[in-house]
C-alpha cells in the first residue's frame, strides 16, 4: 500500500466509527424513547421499520467510507 492511502483510509475508518458509534447511541434513544414512555407496546411494524433502519445504514457507512477516502486521497488531505 501507499503510505498516504494507508492513512487516508485510517482517517475515513475514524469518521466512519464515530458516525456508527453516533447512530448506534441516536437509535437506542429511540428505542427507549419508544419502550418507556409510551402506554401500549412496540408493534410489529415499528420494529420491522426500526429494522429496516438499521439495515440500510450499514451499506450508507460503506458508502461514506468509500466518498471520504475518495475525497482526501485525491486531495491529498493527509497530514
Do not use: H, N, W
Not at 437509535?27 to 407496546?41: D, G, H
Not at 429496516?52 to 493527509?78: N, Q, T
Request: proline share 3%; glycine share 2%.
Amino acid at each position: 500500500y501507499d503510505e498516504f492511502a494507508k492513512r487516508a483510509l485510517q482517517i475515513a475508518d475514524s469518521v466512519c466509527f464515530k458516525a456508527a458509534l453516533a447512530f448506534i447511541c441516536a437509535f437506542l434513544a429511540v428505542m427507549f424513547a419508544v419502550t418507556v414512555f409510551r402506554a401500549e407496546p412496540v408493534t410489529t411494524a415499528e420494529m420491522i421499520f426500526l429494522g429496516r433502519i438499521l439495515v440500510f445504514a450499514i451499506p450508507a457507512l460503506f458508502v461514506l467510507r468509500f466518498v471520504l477516502f475518495y475525497v482526501i486521497d485525491k486531495k491529498g488531505m493527509v497530514d
